[in-house]
């Protein structure tokens, strides 16, 4: 009998270790800004913003100092959900489905939700629209936000959830941290992934009169590298906007305290390019779309109590590369990636008896973006056009020493000659998708597609723009597709047309598969978005856009051009088309 108490007690014991090993797994939260420069933060210097919150984690954890991500949006995103080069992924641009993640790549949030965490992403994507490249298809039990690169609106916006367009509520930076906060509250049982994607401080420079009014007169003591190219509105908006981002940041932080898990919970933050304007980013060559320090460099912030020393600095050079190695090492689970990664663990220069100190090899990280790289040593970086700079002494890159150091600037340009070789292989044919077995419901958007004719884009940027001026009948609209499904399609375009032109007969047609349906509801929004903004934006606006159904449409399998045209219009124009949507029916 005591020999059988010894046994229970023995197992007993065993199944509360295990329990205590899976309470054990960290949660992760991942704040990442958009378009957020190194220069923004209190933390990083900048006399002119408050970001007390900000400045607080960064006491409270490591400060990654030299922390790199890529020129622009998409491949920083590719990067991260990846840890390996967004070259390598597919992704080669951040509009027209350049910004698609390769479906051969495995993705953090799989990694993450195959180990059991629940996954939520809330914001922006950014690495493809359609199913199966859409986030629910990549590892996020639950997505809210929005796929594009560019979102039109921040106040009650027209986003989606889970593939379904929905409307947000009030500024949507704060919707987002709100429904962040929500989904933390709803897992706090089990381990989470929790990624705040936040559109701030990227255009439309959009935010409520509580920041703004506190900046929109502001002396602003520091400037850009070129005083003569800052446009202090902008800046001014930017700032505003980063003391939002802190005080959601806040509200993420309070919410981990609340539920008793803060102690347990890795949180990141980091932004995914250089500024998106010139102003002041501590003397850095270059900004936003650049390879140069100020386009590649960002603040980068991770906490960790009681694992990560608080007030480390980690002065080796780090890249978004790193974080799915990181995390995943920090949680125990394997990447599980089926290709090689280009990121390591930085679990020693987090955790070491010295954080920041501990010994590590030296590296060279590369950055790219229009077929131009840099290469980054621990101390110099050898930039797109071949030009060397020690960081250590010279940080604004202001005294090229290729002349005086042949050999190592040589050196490097083997390293980027060879890393091109291996990393940069030519660019990939790949229509958009329809009827994936993942979700039924595929959206075409117009800055997906072509067009032929006198149709035109509401702005030169193609995300979140919409066609207009559709006035003659050899106009077209023309989406390379691939259906995986042969089947039934419920055919709808979200439209934009005034009563004085309604009567369009328009077709949707895929070779010999067609549908069309007349325009009998008139739809005349005015333009959403000039009324908001605190600075004339360059992207475009956008309407309030309703479904007009066209009927269903028997699509067979495989590829082809799915073309809107019209057959027959009375008015000035056809319609205003944002979106094609087909529906794949039971």
């Given at each position: 009998m005591k020999k059988r108490w010894l046994l229970l007690g023995f197992l007993l014991a065993a199944s509360l270790a295990r329990g205590e090993e899976k309470r054990a797994q960290p949660n992760i939260v991942?704040?990442?800004?958009?378009?957020?420069?190194?220069?923004?933060?209190?933390?990083?210097?900048?006399?002119?913003?408050?970001?007390?919150?900000?400045?607080?984690?960064?006491?409270?954890?490591?400060?990654l100092d030299r922390f790199y991500v890529s020129p622009v949006c998409s491949p920083t995103r590719a990067e991260l959900l990846t840890g390996r080069y967004h070259t390598r992924t597919g992704v080669r641009g951040v509009q027209a489905g350049n910004e698609r993640l390769d479906l051969g790549e495995r993705t953090m949030a799989e990694a993450f939700r195959e180990a059991g965490y629940a996954t939520g992403l809330f914001g922006k994507w950014h690495n493809g629209s359609q199913p199966p490249y859409h986030p629910n298809a990549r590892g996020f039990d639950e997505f809210y936000g929005f796929a594009q690169g560019h979102w039109p609106s921040y106040f009650d916006a027209e986003i989606e959830r889970n593939g379904r367009r929905v409307r947000s509520h009030g500024f949507l930076p704060d919707d987002l941290a709100a429904h962040a906060t929500d989904f933390m509250t709803a897992n706090r049982a089990r381990p989470f992934l929790c990624f705040l994607s936040l559109p701030t401080p990227h255009t439309p420079l959009q935010v409520p009169d509580e920041y703004f009014s506190r900046y929109a007169a502001k002396e602003?003591?520091?400037?850009?590298?070129?005083?003569?190219?800052?446009?202090?509105?902008?800046?001014?908006?930017?700032?505003?906007m980063t003391e939002n981002i802190d005080a959601n940041v806040g509200r993420l932080l309070a919410r981990l305290d609340e539920l008793g898990l803060a102690e347990n919970t890795i949180v990141l933050y980091f932004s995914d390019n250089g500024p998106n304007s010139w102003r002041w980013n501590g003397g850095m060559k270059g900004r936003k779309a650049s390879t140069d320090e100020g386009g590649v460099r960002s603040p980068g912030i991770i906490r960790w109590p009681g694992r990560i020393a608080p007030g480390a600095l980690v002065t080796q050079i780090t890249s978004v590369l790193d974080v799915f190695p990181t995390l995943a090492d920090f949680a125990g689970i394997a990447p599980g990636a089926t290709r090689p990664l280009d990121g390591i663990s930085l679990r020693p220069l987090l955790v070491s008896p010295s954080p920041g100190q501990a010994a590590w090899p030296d590296r060279v990280l590369f950055s790219e973006w229009g077929g131009k790289v840099s290469a980054r040593f621990q101390h110099y970086v050898l930039d797109a056009d071949g030009a060397l700079f020690d960081l250590a002494v010279d940080p604004?890159?202001?005294?090229?020493?290729?002349?005086?150091?042949?050999?190592?600037?040589?050196?490097?340009?083997?390293?980027?000659?060879?890393?091109?070789?291996?990393?940069?292989?030519?660019?990939?044919?790949?229509?958009?998708?329809?009827?994936?077995?993942?979700?039924?419901?595929?959206?075409?958007?117009?800055?997906?597609?072509t067009v032929r004719?006198?149709?035109?884009?509401?702005?030169?940027?193609?995300?979140?723009?919409?066609?207009?001026?559709?006035?003659?009948?050899?106009?077209?609209?023309?989406?390379?597709?691939?259906?995986?499904?042969?089947?039934?399609?419920?055919?709808?375009?979200?439209?934009?047309?005034?009563?004085?032109?309604?009567?369009?007969?328009?077709?949707?047609?895929?070779?010999?598969?067609?549908?069309?349906?007349?325009?009998?509801?008139?739809?005349?929004?005015?333009?959403?978005?000039?009324?908001?903004?605190?600075?004339?934006?360059?992207?475009?606006?956008?309407?309030?856009?309703r479904p007009f159904d066209l009927g269903v449409i028997a699509l067979p399998a495989g590829r082809g051009e799915l073309t809107l045209r019209a057959l027959k219009i009375p008015g000035s124009q056809a319609m205003e088309v944002q979106a094609v949507v087909l529906e794949l029916l039971p």
């Open positions: 991942i704040i990442l800004a958009d378009d957020q420069g190194w220069g923004d933060l209190g933390f990083t210097g900048n006399t002119s913003v408050a970001t007390p919150n900000l400045d607080a984690l960064a006491r409270a954890g490591a400060v602003i003591a520091q400037r850009g590298r070129d005083p003569a190219g800052e446009d202090l509105g902008f800046t001014r908006a930017v700032l505003a604004t890159q202001t005294k090229d020493i290729s002349a005086s150091h042949p050999g190592l600037a040589g050196q490097l340009r083997e390293v980027v000659a060879d890393w091109k070789n291996g990393a940069m292989g030519p660019a990939k044919d790949r229509p958009f998708t329809l009827g994936s077995a993942f979700q039924p419901r595929a959206e075409l958007a117009a800055g997906d597609g004719g006198g149709v035109r884009r509401s702005s030169r940027w193609p995300n979140s723009s919409y066609f207009l001026n559709w006035s003659s009948l050899e106009d077209r609209m023309v989406w390379s597709v691939e259906v995986g499904t042969a089947g039934r399609y419920r055919a709808s375009v979200y439209y934009a047309c005034p009563a004085a032109d309604l009567g369009a007969t328009v077709e949707l047609s895929l070779g010999a598969a067609r549908v069309s349906a007349t325009l009998t509801e008139p739809n005349d929004p005015p333009v959403v978005g000039p009324a908001e903004d605190r600075v004339v934006r360059d992207e475009s606006y956008t309407k309030e856009f």
